[in-house]
């Protein structure tokens, strides 16, 4: 389903001919991310972009003939190496999922033991985005208040919300839940917050127990205890 998603995404800047020219390019997309990460949307520009790739300001404005093409794109590849990162998060977490899923035993102790380490995992999830996925935090943010200014990112955010959602989906359909969307998205706003709450107060303000007990109390309302 993510490499669905990812295949979806339309390009709107020049096709590169060549592999040097597509290296060309992607420098640009990648420097044009560094700087929304660094200094916000509105300070890409060509003459930016093209001193932060280390590359002729003919370059950036022969692939992307305005800034809005430029930027779209940029938030195109951010939604493609997304679904890549969590197509590879799924397929190396979905196995201990079931495994623990798989140790129900139809008693409410089992159930409660299950609940408790959803949350522990969930936890340490955030800690983990905070950590090593910062920038990607970031730029999904500016992406998001980006999408309230420019219509023709609309489509982008909403295959960025597929793939955030398809994995937990699948995952509360293993448990059983009769409305696996909806709790999905309940659940991955809730740890959007949490991660929205890291970047604005740091790590070292994160309330590891208030959070553990919001995904605890989540979890014990989606298994009935």
Known sequence: MASAVAESVQYQGRKASRQGSEQRRQAILDAAMRIIVRDGVRAVRHRAVAAEADVPLSATTYYFKDIND???????????????????????TE?????????????????????????????????????TRRDHLLAERAFQQEALLNP??????????????????????????????QDAKVLTG?????????????MDHLDNDDMRAILLRYMHLVLGL
């Open 152 to 181: 023709g990112l609309h489509e982008l955010v909403r295959s960025h919300r597929k793939i955030l959602l398809q994995g937990v989906a699948h995952f509360f359909q293993v448990l059983g839940s009769k409305q696996p969307e």
């Open 95 to 131: 196995g201990l999922l079931l495994d623990k899923v798989g140790q129900l035993d139809g008693s409410i102790a089992s159930r409660r033991l299950l609940a408790d380490e959803i949350a522990g995992l969930a936890v340490e999830y955030v800690h983990q985005q905070l950590l």
């Open 70 to 92: 430029l930027i779209t794109d940029t938030f195109a590849q951010f939604v493609e190496r997304s679904a890549e990162t969590m197509a590879a998060f799924w397929d190396s």
């Open 190 to 202: 809730i740890i959007e917050r949490m991660e929205y709450q890291g970047l604005i107060d740091g």
